[in-house]
């Protein structure tokens, strides 16, 4: 699952063969760190490359798995990302996006009207479409040959994980902080 936590990139959909490149890149530096061939490498040169490494994660971390365009876009706030928006429009992408009292929601093909300022909203309808994206994958997995139960739960613990704060846990009965309140028993009965 593919996602943007940082500032948009322009042309990151329009120009997505440079973009790609730049993902290609960033693997091949991965790769010689992985191996060793930093070491042998200047400190200098190897902070360097280091910097490179950790700066190409923080703006292309999230979509370094994307090979093709993605099928949809969510966006949380269609007025800040207004970049992200125009480029989904006119390559044809389906806007899914939070639209508040300040946004025309004209252009987003699948509004929702909520506030969009609101941390709490903004959690709880990331961790609802997050979930969606779940049960589909879950769904579709289940339907091809060859993909196992832990295929589908190692999928789900990526997605929590990618998503981290965003989402919510279901909360579990009495995890909530609250206490609960007791039942009555059958033996103590009210008097009239």
Known sequence: MSY???RWLGGMLTNFA???????HLVRLENKRDKGELVLLPKKERVKIEKEISHLNTQMGGFK???TLPGALFIADPI???????????????????????CNPDGI???IPANDDAV????L???KIADSIIKGKTEAFSGEAGVTESAVKEEHEEAIEILGS????????????????PEESEGETASP
């Open 120 to 123: 709490k909203t903004i959690k």
């Open 80 to 102: 800040k990302d207004k970049i992200a928006f125009n480029e989904a429009k006119k390559l044809g992408i389906p806007v899914i996006a939070i639209a508040d009292t300040n």
């Open 166 to 181: 965003y989402t919510f846990e279901p909360e579990k009965p009495g995890e909530s902080g609250e206490s609960e309140e």
């Open 4 to 6: 943007v936590n940082q």
């Open 18 to 24: 440079i973009i790609q490149a730049r993902i290609d």
């Open 109 to 111: 093909d699948y509004p």
């Open 125 to 127: 309808i990331c961790s």
């Open 65 to 67: 798995e994307m090979t």
